[in-house]
């Protein structure tokens, strides 16, 4: 790495990726989605998370192996495994079901165009079968893909522990 004066540079600019990289996904995860669930309609929100989450999700896949290749840290078992499972993580959200969900959204504004996603029971428009089906299998994927989302949060936040102790000593 860079030595200027004598200084080793190579921690900061760890540090300051580090910082980018979790700073960006407790930011996203926690502050922006929720106020732009609440403020955009969910057709709009929708869309600006499908342009969003491609490059989120493989951010979450490759950071931890630049944190990995670039680390200060003596690196042991235990926080190999933890930015493994970090980019573990990411690379399932970005490689399955990433494109899972995308397909059942396709699906379901398949039938929404073909004004197939309700039907009139007893005067009163109700989901078909197929509309709440889909409905559920993006629920169930949508979840599986927040809690690999929250378990990279959490790994690379032990990682910034594991960090935070070298750069003190």
Known sequence: MINVLGLNTRVPYHALFYSFVFGGSVFHSFVVSPIAFKVLPRQEFGRLQNH???GYFLGQTLAPLVLGLTTPLKLCPFSIGVLAVSGLAGALNYFVLLPSCQQIKVEREKLVADK????????????????TELNKKFGFYHGISTLLNFGSIVTLGIYGLLLSKRMIK
């Open 52 to 54: 969003i989450f491609p």
């Open 116 to 131: 197939k996603h309700e039907k009139n029971e007893n005067g009163v428009s109700v989901p078909t079968k197929e509309y």
